[in-house]
């Protein structure tokens, strides 16, 4: 243990809790490599505004058996509870019309009952998560009890509401929902928006290194590699080799004994082929290929004033069929992925805008000031308030940054059909005496909390105490 030399590939919170955690465990000889230019990942923190923002992951999802939690909490004033306001925002008709507070109560209680009495149903039901509730609403729409609802105003907020399924899931569509793989996914009970205030989600990194002031990686201080793409991994030792060789981007070759693979499920589709060498075995192959993974899109604009009221949560976007025609097949297609936008915590003068579907990938195709001015164009089209240009903006661009290929993963009907589950993800590849030369980890390897940031710590932890297994080491 004391010699062996472990490589991490990737520096997200599951690359940092692996590091973290064996260099916990006693072993010395830890290095990450990092294709970006910072740590994070998925988790990217930036100054923005009146401080900062999230680009990627930005809350703690609940509080029960959730690590990010655990430890977050022993920290004072890190976390803030989002209280009972999340679910508080209008529902706006793109002719500016806003939905009665009563309808859309009426109407979220109906999907919720739809979901609540799914987690018995759809362990056992034939067909997608998309068929799944459309069956249901528009059965709980034919209920006598529900006669006076507006069927138009109803059909607009399904499809709202499953333009907010496929932001939680990262899918195009929740028709791509596998409802057995659905609910193999567990939430931690208590507050599932939890956030980080004015600090961002890079402080829990800084929690798990162990930063100090003058040193922001803390334990993983002189370990850490920036700025170095991976291009190929040699792993197979039956041929004589002495070490597992990894070929970078700019030549170098580091050699080690163990390799930890963090890199997201995106990057693993478009890369396997040429990454592994020999090829990975068919069934990881098979996970890889049909595990769904997809976009999710934020849009940060900053106002010099705010010009929304102090107690306004945002809007869900609602198209009526007309003015839907009217958009699709020109340059405001886009439009209609995007959900809505939202007041940031902590951020008085900015909204923030969520994008979901091939939508959200093409606008990142756009030049930042046609978005702007297309935003404008979108928030003047549901609001009533005069609009003025914002002051500064930023838009994410998870699916063309080569070092992503997206934003998290979803149990698909494809895994379903091949039987794919993240298990085939996590498991080693090994040499004849059983011992693991690569391992992989990541929110996507993540039995019960794909998708997460708790998935992605606890998965690894999980390769961590796989190493310590191996060597005989006692692990927590």
């Known amino acids: ?55 990627g992951a930005q809350w703690c999802h609940g509080q029960k058996n959730n690590v990010v939690y655990e430890l977050a909490s022993k920290e004072e004033n890190l976390l803030e509870h989002s209280g009972e306001d999340f679910d508080k925002f209008d529902c706006i008709r793109s002719n500016k019309d806003v939905v009665a507070e009563k309808t859309i109560d009426r109407l979220k209680t109906i999907f919720e ?39 138009t105003i109803a059909k607009e907020m399904f499809e709202s ?27 931690c009970e208590g507050d599932l928006y939890m956030n980080w205030k004015d600090k961002g989600y890079i402080q829990f990194l800084r929690l798990l290194m162990k930063s100090t002031e003058g040193n922001e990686l803390g334990i993983l201080d002189q370990k850490v590699k920036l700025g170095k793409q991976v291009q190929k991994i040699t792993w197979n030792q039956d041929n004589g080799q002495q070490a597992i060789q990894i070929q970078c981007k700019d030549n170098e070759v580091i050699e080690a004994d163990h390799v930890i693979v963090t890199v997201s499920l995106g990057v693993l589709k478009e890369k396997h082929s040429k990454l592994f060498d020999p090829k990975l075995p068919v069934e990881k192959i098979r996970a890889i290929e049909s595990i769904g993974f997809g976009t999710v899109n934020k849009i940060y604009m900053e106002f010099a004033t705010q010009f929304w009221p102090n107690d306004w949560n945002g809007f869900n976007s609602l198209w009526r069929e007309d003015d839907l025609n009217d958009i699709r097949g ?21 909204l923030c805008g969520w994008m979901v579907s091939s939508n959200a ?55 379903e059909e091949s039987k794919a589950k993240p298990i085939d993800l996590a498991r080693p590849l090994e040499d004849e005496d059983k011992k693991p030369l690569v391992l992989f980890a990541g929110e996507a390897t993540s039995e019960h909390h794909f998708s997460t940031v708790q998935g992605a710590v606890e998965s690894g932890w999980r390769e961590a105490k796989r190493l310590a297994e191996f060597y005989n080491i006692k692990a927590e």
């Open 1 to 55: 243990m004391n010699t062996s030399r472990v490589a991490i590939i990737g520096t997200g919170p599951s690359g940092i809790a692996a590091a973290t955690k064996l260099l916990e465990l006693g072993f010395q000889k830890v290095t990450l490599i990092e294709a970006e230019n910072r740590i994070g990942g998925r988790i990217h923190t930036i100054p923005f505004a009146d401080n900062v923002v999230d680009l």
């Open 113 to 151: 009952s739809i979901m609540k009495k799914g987690e018995k149903e759809l362990l056992t039901y034939d067909g997608s998560v998309g068929k799944y509730v459309t069956n249901e609403f528009f059965e709980a729409l034919k209920q006598p009890e529900n006669s006076d609802i507006d069927v």
């Open 161 to 187: 509401f499953k333009k907010m399924e496929n932001s939680l899931n990262a899918c195009d569509s929740i028709d791509e929902l596998s409802s057995k793989g659905f609910m193999d996914y567990y939430d």
């Open 330 to 350: 020109s340059s405001q297609a886009w439009f209609e992925d995007v959900i809505g936008f939202y007041p940031v915590t902590h951020q008085p003068k900015i």
């Open 361 to 415: 990938r093409h606008m990142e195709t756009l030049s930042e000031d046609e978005v702007i001015r297309r935003c404008l164009e979108f928030l003047r089209k549901f609001l009533l308030w005069d609009i003025p240009a914002p002051v500064n903006f930023k838009r994410t661009t998870w699916y063309s940054n080569e070092n992503f290929r997206g934003s998290y993963s979803f149990q698909s009907v494809k895994a």
